[in-house]
């Protein structure tokens, strides 16, 4: 998870650099491996940083690993302004904008996080949306561990 994390922090690290904010990995070096699609499992971490940094705009941005059994879940938590209550299951729906007074001239295209649901679903998991405390937002999924 670790390497996944370097590798798809690497595209938004210039842009983070300029709001002042951080990738927090709190997962142990030699953690656990997971069993996933190299690419798409760098996709779907890249978008949620991504996110982060367009909408939270500041602070640290922390990635939390927790082994259950055959999974790892994985949490990716920004310290944001979040979201409504409301709009947290909506968030993976295509071209859904939380924040109604952006459209594609002054946002992304709206497909980041769907893109992240259908990759973590291509593994065989599970993706949800969540207030992070004490605010912002955290998107928790799980991959499968490898063998």
């Known amino acids: 998870m670790n390497d996944l994390c370097r590798e798809a922090w690497t595209r938004v690290e210039e842009q983070a650099a300029t709001k002042g904010m951080t990738l927090e990995p709190l997962c142990a070096e030699n953690g656990p491996r997971v069993q996933a699609n190299r690419a798409l499992a760098v996709r779907l971490l890249g978008n949620l940083f991504e996110n982060s940094v367009r909408y ?32 947290l299951e909506r968030l993976f729906e295509p071209f859904f904008r939380a924040d109604r007074s952006r459209s594609r001239k002054t946002g992304a295209s709206g497909l980041g996080l769907m893109i992240v649901r259908r990759a973590v679903e291509a593994h065989g998991g599970s993706v949800l949306a969540r207030h992070a405390e004490p605010h912002g937002l955290a998107v928790v999924f799980d991959l499968p561990i490898a063998s």
């Open 56 to 87: 939270a705009g500041r602070g640290t941005i922390t990635v939390s690993v927790d082994r259950r059994v055959d999974r790892v879940h994985v949490t990716v938590a920004d310290e944001g302004p979040g979201v409504e209550q409301t709009d």
